[in-house]
């Protein structure tokens, strides 16, 4: 819950996703590598690599229902669980 002043937005938000795969890689690559980096020390982390990506996928294609996108969702979903 927010307890500060809420106000409608003048225009249009736009949010636009990444222009093609090959970005969105390089956007997930450059984030993954800096969690890696702040989770060296975590000791779950190589159960985490494991079990995760399992998750991630199911969570987007099902839940997120990205299913319903055909191919289009079902790469999604995987990068998704890449990332």
């Not at 984030?31 to 990506?53: D, I, N, T, V």
Request: some cysteine.
């Amino acid at each position: 819950m927010y307890n500060g002043k809420v106000e409608t937005l003048a225009g249009d938000l736009l949010h636009t996703g990444e222009a093609n795969l090959h970005s969105k890689v390089e956007k997930i690559n450059a984030y993954s590598s800096g969690q890696a980096e702040w989770r060296q020390s975590r000791k779950w982390l190589c159960l985490r690599m494991l079990f995760y990506p399992w998750f991630a996928f199911w969570r987007g294609y099902l839940l997120v229902r990205q299913f319903l996108n055909g191919w289009a969702g079902f790469i999604a979903a995987r990068s998704e669980a890449f990332y």
